[in-house]
């Protein structure tokens, strides 16, 4: 008889385990916890909402800005660039500026430079034979002017500029009034980081073009420029169809009146070979040099 009367023991204290007091207090507990979790996903809801909001009006707000932004045209003149056109391309086109429009001057190149280019979404003008990078920078002047660009950002198609800076040169122009906006935005290297022969000749470059138009011009062979609509109607009627355009191109500005501005930009050297022939670059650097020592003392009309 002993081992019912355990049994039931057991069996009572296993009643009184859960005596209806307890039984509420954990239904209270469970309820609690569930609007914890509620009141939690609800805040959390809430929040992505409001944060979504605000992104929205941001995304307006920059809509809004770049739908005011002047049209800007980007000119890439190419010479047999097939191996790094396209990735230089796909880098610019992801900028995000809707007035960007690319043109891409091949000029002359043999290989399928131009083919990569189309692909790549720029617009491509080919002019044959090769006439010289003078030349494709005023036939894209004359494509983009047409088009009604407001300014014309040049780069190289060699990987040597580098597209992420363009806003700083978007920054110093300016979208303000069109009278304050500066004609010409240079891209200033650091020739320390230049082998030394190019170091070199670009000081003496840089010393002998200041002493030729009277003020200090750290940095005159830069092709990573920003052109402002009036100093590339007014650089049309040069018959310079090589490198020298560039430099001829400052002693324009001058002539003007118009006013140059110069942002700092990487020095990039990739190891592809250079299209310029060092004794005739010379030669044409002498001849530009002298020219500009004259042209500087009258004004453009």
Not at 26 to 40: D, N, S
Not at 155 to 179: C, K, M, T, V, Y
Request: proline share 6%; with cysteine; glycine share 6%.
């Amino acid at each position: 008889m002993a081992v019912p009367e355990i049994i039931s023991d057991s069996a009572q204290l296993s009643r009184s385990a859960w005596h209806p007091e307890m039984q509420d207090t954990a239904l209270q507990i469970a309820i609690a916890f569930v609007l914890t979790f509620l009141v939690v996903l609800i805040a959390r809801y809430v929040l992505l909402l409001w944060l979504s909001y605000l992104q929205h009006i941001e995304n307006r707000g920059r809509d809004a800005e770049c739908t005011h932004q002047p049209p800007v045209t980007i000119l890439v003149p190419v010479y047999n660039e097939e191996t790094v056109i396209a990735p230089a391309l796909r880098s610019l086109l992801e900028l995000r500026y809707p007035a960007f429009h690319v043109i891409v001057v091949d000029d002359g190149s043999t290989d399928s430079s131009a083919d990569r280019a189309r692909d790549a979404g720029a617009e491509v003008v080919e002019q044959r034979p090769n006439q010289g990078k003078g030349m494709a920078l005023r036939t894209g002047f004359r494509r983009a002017l047409a088009d009604g660009a407001d300014a014309i950002v040049t780069l190289d198609g060699d990987g040597q500029h580098d597209p992420a800076e363009i806003p700083a040169f978007l920054a110093a122009w300016g979208s303000d009034e069109r009278s304050t906006r500066p004609d010409l935005v240079i891209g200033r290297r650091s020739f320390h980081s230049m082998p030394a022969v190019r170091r070199l000749s670009n000081e003496l470059g840089r010393i002998a073009f200041s002493w030729a138009v009277g003020r200090p011009i750290p940095d005159n062979q830069s092709g990573y420029r920003l052109v402002s609509r009036r100093l590339a109607e007014a650089t049309l009627a040069s018959d310079e169809p090589g490198f020298a355009f560039e430099v001829e191109q400052i002693t324009t500005c001058i002539r003007m009146g118009g006013t140059i501005a110069w942002v700092p930009i990487r020095t990039i050297y990739a190891g592809a070979p250079s299209h310029v022939r060092p004794i005739a670059h010379l030669r044409e650097f002498v001849r530009i040099v002298r020219q500009a020592r004259r042209d500087v003392r009258r004004p453009l009309a």
